[in-house]
């Protein structure tokens, strides 16, 4: 980690009762093939919207842009403060970074369309937007990405400078995506330098004198 990175690690095992709940720190979901993916456990904490404003995850993307949500999220990460996003969104930042850089103009992150967490009432199956890597796109330059023409033309740029990267189909069915891009890096798990190693249990939860509580905005 970066020496002037602003953001705190934290191991989610060893949040308070209340995050825990909302965040399933590496419990296993169901996706919609049924394979079972295990949740992140090591998230960086936000403790307020003025960090998120300010917080350069890449040259051209900033905290905020992929943690914006709407009334669908949990009241806790949309109410109170500190929150709490997995360490794979740098990954994330950095392979739209790579986007920004090859279509040399603005991106735009749908609000609602980065990381939501496994509590969002569109968390119904294991999405990677829950893992904090994947992005729904709206916009690029002055092109709305809401036609089958300019989708295709976005999908054959992104799969030429990012091959491994998932885009869902165009189309209105279930795991598609007509009116905008969905691009992301699969259920990505970051554990960063510094976190501890795996115990043969989980940990106690933390006491109350541990961590911080829930606070206002």
Excluded: Q
């Excluded at 060893?14 to 295990?38: A, N, S, W």
């Amino acid at each position: 980690m970066r020496i002037d990175f602003p953001l705190r690690m934290v191991d989610g095992l060893r949040l308070k009762e209340e995050y825990r709940e909302v965040l399933r720190p590496g419990e296993l979901v169901r996706g919609r093939d049924g394979r079972l993916r295990r949740l992140p456990r090591w998230f960086y904490e936000i403790p307020n919207w003025r960090v998120a404003l300010k917080t350069r995850l890449s040259p051209h993307f900033v905290l905020w842009e992929l943690i914006d949500v709407d009334v669908r999220e949990h009241v806790l990460l949309r109410t109170a403060w500190p929150r709490y996003v997995p360490c794979a969104v740098t990954l994330l930042a950095a392979h739209l970074e790579l986007l920004r850089a090859a279509v040399d103009t603005y991106v735009h992150v749908a609000a609602n369309g980065g990381y939501r967490s496994p509590r969002h009432a569109l968390a119904t199956h294991a999405s990677t937007h829950c893992w904090g890597t994947a992005a729904n796109l709206y916009r690029i330059g002055d092109d709305d990405l809401d036609d089958k023409a300019t989708i295709t033309r976005y999908h054959e740029t992104i799969t030429r400078v990012m091959p491994g990267v998932y885009l869902r189909p165009y189309g209105a069915g279930v795991g598609e995506a007509d009116d905008h891009i969905h691009l992301d890096l699969g259920f990505t798990v970051v554990v960063p330098h510094g976190a501890a190693g795996e115990a043969k249990e989980a940990p106690e939860p933390a006491s109350e004198t541990e961590t911080a509580g829930v606070g206002a905005p």
